[in-house]
């Protein structure tokens, strides 16, 4: 492989990094149109996530379940977290947006913001089919932190808004892993998984060299900021995967649900598995320290 056409500030201003991801997409990228066989029945007697993985696992309200209510909770938040899912995607997208705008279009690294928003498109519009596939509501975030998302792009820029897209892609990433093997899952389900691993492997790479070099050189003022920020929106993003209204389609009200899931060990160790490798990252890069540490804890993503 040639090396990229990149001098040596290349490294300096994120170009190397964005010049050998864009090589990469140009080798391999998925159509979900194309990729995946939207017509193809659901197959009876498949699991939607490991039972492990549903938010009331093991909990009093878990053993009231039929297996049938058991499978179908587990069904609305797979659906709850994939609609949560393409709702940071279009947060994401428009940070991308706004870093192309700022930046020499024909740049590698601005090229590489649109290539990576080309990717989230597609997803968005695959999550976006596998809900209406599943013949679920598509939860999203509950309506506060819909409205606040709006700020996202506004008050997040560099480090904190890349690190706070690495938890969501992150987290996400970790437990599709865990799905994508699983012969236990729904074929429909599992293809999704692998579709979107393959293509975030890329997006990861991108944020954590943006997180990495924005975070040199910052003032002790900015530096605070960036940590708090990122803490902040980690916090929205990890406690929306799931929306409360997923109990109630098992019959459970969605108070009483949110309340056994936050205090389920079962469901907090979820969290914390699937930040482990984005949380010890962010540790290394000094991301994490000062009063976002409280949200950090809070969210499940730093054990107490
Ligand atoms: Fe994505
Ligand atoms: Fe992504």
Known sequence: ???????????????????????????????????????????????????????????????????????????????????????????????????????????????????????????????????????????????????????????????????????????????QREQANDDRIQPLMRQVNRIHIMEEARHVAFARDEVTRGLAGLSRAELAYQRFMCAFTSYFVVRSLINPKVYAAVGIDPAEGRRAALANPHHREMIRFGGEKIMSFLDGAGMIAGPGTALWKKSFLLET
């Open 1 to 175: 492989m040639s090396a990229p056409a990149t001098t040596r500030s290349g490294e300096r201003d994120g170009n190397a990094t964005a010049a050998r991801l864009l090589r990469s997409a140009a080798k391999k990228s998925y159509d979900p149109d194309v990729d995946i066989d939207w017509e193809a029945p659901l197959v009876e007697g498949k699991i939607w996530v490991p039972e492990h993985r549903v938010s009331l696992y093991g909990t009093e309200l878990w053993e009231r379940l039929t297996p049938e209510q058991r499978v179908e909770l587990g069904k609305h938040e797979a659906c709850s977290v994939a609609s949560v899912g393409l709702w940071f995607e279009t947060l994401l997208m428009q940070r991308l947006l706004k870093d192309f705008y700022a930046d020499d279009p024909t740049s590698e690294r601005a090229q590489w913001a649109l290539t990576e928003v080309a990717d989230e498109c597609r997803h968005s519009q695959m999550f976006a089919r596998l809900v209406h596939r599943a013949g679920v509501e598509p939860y999203g975030a509950v309506p506060f932190v819909h409205q606040l998302g709006k700020l996202f792009s506004v008050v997040n820029w560099g480090p904190a808004a890349y690190a706070s897209i690495l938890v969501a892609e992150e987290v996400l990433d970790r437990l």
